[in-house]
């Protein structure tokens, strides 16, 4: 029954003259997350944007909550600038919305109206109680609110708002690099990235044989689910190759500290695709205290290996937060999938708690550091990962 939807976004407005670019990204974003869905324009005006839906704005509106910048959709229903109009209009909103007491909201920026706000709440106000018996009025609190705004195009009517996720426009901010594994932590890690306005590519760490194939799909399988958050709806996804590491930390002499000294190769690993790739910050699952890699201690020694930023959206949260958050966006039911990951495959019976900088050097020592950092860049893939539906 809605022709159109109405879509507002929030924080843009605080940024100023970038507000353009802004706005245009987050049309872009739009435009490609209703891509497959039938629907007509989507237009910018006077800050808000409007686009036209063909029957279908429940399935619109479940396309525009995934994404970044908009801050909540409402239907919209359009009549001519007719008071009989409008008043059946009003009817049909009032028929399709909840609850027992109702005020009438009119805004009326096109002045060549005759009656004013006032006179036209007031109208409809009693054009509802006539027709809705079992209404009565509440201006002060109520069940719901009747909109009504009176433009140049026609009057809008509406009384529907639903929330969206906020947040700035993926890609806004710049880009960054997911060190995505199969767990749960990453993927919302990556979410919260993009919340602010991220582009994120995701990097995973594989180790087959150690791992297996299916480790790998279950990643894909996780950056697909992200992507609808991502800027353009897609994902690029780099699986570097980590055996040949995996098999140097086996042979290590320093078994307690081989978490460590794998997470350390991780980093060097990222900060060096960050460079080539030019992305400015990284992002990890990380969230302190949950497990041994993720102590103060362990993450000072662990982060010391690049002078690149860590994002580190989870820091504060605990798990079961994680976890709620995985199940809202989606990810959670993916990444209980039981198949191993390099840290479960390799995690030693007493990984420290509290690496000292010394011994992990004296442990990296043995090691060739710079060949195998080396050898897993040139081994690393690029996948294109589009969204699922
Ligand atoms: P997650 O649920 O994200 O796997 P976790 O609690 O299992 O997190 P760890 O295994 O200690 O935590 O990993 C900490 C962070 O290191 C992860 O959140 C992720 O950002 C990164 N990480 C771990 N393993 C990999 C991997 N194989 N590839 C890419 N990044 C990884
Ligand atoms: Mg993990």
């Not at 909103?93 to 060549?112: C, H, L, M, W």
Request: proline share 5%; hydrophobic share 40%.
């Amino acid at each position: 029954m809605y022709p159109l939807l109405l879509i507002r976004y929030g924080e843009l407005s605080l940024k100023g003259r970038n507000r353009k670019t802004f706005e245009d990204l987050l049309l872009t974003n739009i435009r490609s997350r209703l891509m497959g869905v039938p629907h007509g324009p989507v237009t910018k005006t006077f800050g808000r944007i409007y686009l036209e839906t063909r029957g279908n704005w429940e399935e619109l509106v479940a396309r525009l909550q995934s994404v970044f910048g908009i801050v909540s959709v409402s239907p919209v229903l359009r009549r001519d600038l007719d008071l009989e109009a409008i008043q059946e209009g009003a009817s049909l909103v009032i028929q399709d919305s909840q609850g027992s007491t109702f005020k009438v909201e009119t805004r009326r920026p096109n002045k060549a109206f005759p009656l004013t706000s006032p006179e036209i709440s007031h109208a409809l106000g009693d054009h509802i109680l006539r027709n809705f018996p079992h209404l009565t009025v509440d201006v002060h609190n109520p069940d719901l609110i009747l909109h009504v705004e009176l433009r140049k195009e026609g009057a809008f009517l509406y009384s529907k708002i639903i929330p969206c996720l906020g947040g700035l426009p993926a890609g806004s901010s710049g880009k960054g690099l997911l060190l995505l594994s199969g767990g749960i932590d990453s993927p919302v890690a990556g979410f919260l990235a993009m919340k602010r306005g991220v582009r994120i590519e995701g990097l995973h760490f594989y180790s087959y044989p150690f791992t297996s194939e299916r480790s790998k799909e279950k990643v894909v399988e996780l950056a697909a689910l992200l992507a609808p958050y991502n800027a353009r709806g897609s994902l690029r996804l780099w699986i570097a190759y980590f055996t040949e590491i995996q098999k140097a930390l086996q042979k290590s002499s320093f078994p307690t500290l081989s978490i460590t000294l794998m997470r350390r190769f991780m980093l060097r690993i990222a900060a060096k695709l960050a460079q080539r790739e030019k992305a400015l910050a990284l992002i990890t699952g990380d969230s302190l205290g949950q497990v041994a890699s993720q102590t103060m201690e362990s993450i000072h020694v662990i982060n010391a290996v690049t002078s690149e930023p860590i994002y580190r959206p989870l820091i504060g949260l605990d798990k079961q937060e994680i976890i709620n958050l995985a199940m809202k966006i989606g990810t959670y039911e993916t990444s209980i999938l039981p198949y191993d990951d390099c840290c479960t495959v390799f995690v030693p019976k007493n990984p420290a708690t509290r690496p000292r900088l010394e011994q992990v050097l004296a442990a990296e020592a043995e090691l060739d550091l710079e060949g195998l950092v080396q050898e897993a860049l040139e081994k690393t893939e690029l996948l294109e990962v589009n969204r699922k539906g």
